[in-house]
């Protein structure tokens, strides 16, 4: 996995890696940070058109493709700007232009690893790709020799989508005194691929916390969290589920680092624009490219199983976390609502939660 996992942080950068198979090979960038020079340069070391890769989210929403396992490549026009390239993965588009979507194809087993590297990078999940055939040009064969460009093996790259979990390390910890509960303590976890950090929030006194455990699983969310948006519960939900843990005896609150549902931060605020021009957030979030929520919780379960934690009083109206801990082997012994204020910013955003993900909001949505 050493390869795929450097190819994440190059991605990242706005750098081209190569996958290679066993006949063939494409190069690969994502269309997040794209440049005309980055597709020039994609078109100067491949011996083939370049293509766009979307997911079979994507591919649905602008009709491409109509069942769930159609992920799809389009071959690009010469020349079509980069706005137009990105238009492509953003936009709410009833319809992809007919000049694209009559040259379009499900993908690749090396466009589809493609997508794998892209997507691990949290960035925009469609990728810019190009083949380089069984034999490179000279001058990007020099530059996979010399270590410019990263080749990764395309078994790998796809081994970055489906891998079980997620290992974690304790890294280091403080006290951290909170406004609702002065003794408490923040232990940092980190990602073995560096990518991410998350937070365990250690309540009161380990030595003294109910059985079962008091736990909330928050994603951050930076505009709720920090800022107080009112197009959310999350901040509420954060600061009552402290306040809670903290009368009921101590426990943990688990941060982890999954802004928008796992889209991260700059795909949520692309979501927020569709959703303004009258999507909901589930059908935003797919017509970029990603699923309804993508969320994954091996963090999660690690981090409690570090922490010694095994039977668990669970603070939240997510059925998805009750049943990923449960699978896990963690005993959800109890399941706590936590619900925050219904206002007309946040009314269609819960109703959706409550409608199209199974959301336990009954009780707050009557008051509606």
């Known amino acids: 996995m050493q390869q795929a996992e450097r190819a994440v942080f190059d991605i990242r950068r706005g750098q081209p890696v190569h996958i290679s ?175 991410q950090e998350h937070v365990a929030v250690l309540i009161g006194d380990p030595k003294t916390w109910p059985n079962p455990v008091p736990v909330r699983l928050h994603s951050a969310c930076l505009t709720g969290d920090l800022f107080g948006s009112l197009r959310c519960d999350c901040g509420e939900q954060l600061r009552g589920s402290v306040r809670e843990i903290a009368n009921t005896g101590g426990g943990v609150l688990l941060y982890l680092a999954q802004e928008g549902r796992g889209i991260g931060l700059a795909n949520k605020l692309r979501a927020y624009r569709l959703q303004d021009q009258g999507m909901d957030t589930v059908d935003a979030d797919c017509s970029l490219g990603f699923g309804a929520d993508e969320r994954r919780y091996e963090a999660a379960v690690e981090m409690l199983q570090t922490l010694g934690i095994d039977r668990v009083r669970l603070l939240t109206n997510n059925p998805d976390k009750v049943r990923a801990l449960q699978e896990a082997g963690i005993d959800v012994a109890d399941r706590q609502p936590l619900l925050g204020k219904l206002n007309r910013h946040n009314a269609r955003y819960l109703t959706t939660k409550a409608d199209r993900a199974g959301h336990f909001l009954e009780e707050l949505l009557r008051k509606a």
């Open 21 to 195: 198979g066993p006949e063939a090979g494409v190069l690969v960038a994502a269309v997040e940070g794209l440049t005309p020079a980055l597709i020039n340069r994609l078109r100067v070391l491949g011996c083939e058109k370049t293509r766009l890769a979307v997911t079979s989210h994507r591919a649905r929403w602008t009709g491409i493709a109509n069942h769930a396992s159609a992920a799809m490549s389009l071959l690009l026009p010469d020349g079509i700007p980069v706005s137009e390239i990105v238009d492509l993965c953003t936009a709410r588009h009833d319809t992809t232009p007919a000049e694209i979507a009559d040259r379009a194809r499900p993908v690749t087993p090396l466009e589809s690893a493609a997508l794998a590297v892209v997507r691990a990078s949290r960035l925009l999940p469609a990728a810019l790709v190009t083949g380089t055939g069984p034999v490179h040009r000279e001058e990007l064969a020099a530059l996979i020799k010399d270590g410019t460009i990263l080749d990764v093996p395309a078994d790998q790259a796809l081994a970055l989508a489906s891998s079980p979990r997620l290992q974690v390390s304790e890294t280091s910890d403080a006290i951290v005194p909170l406004a609702d509960s002065e003794e408490s303590r923040f232990v940092l976890f980190r990602e073995a691929n560096g990518v």
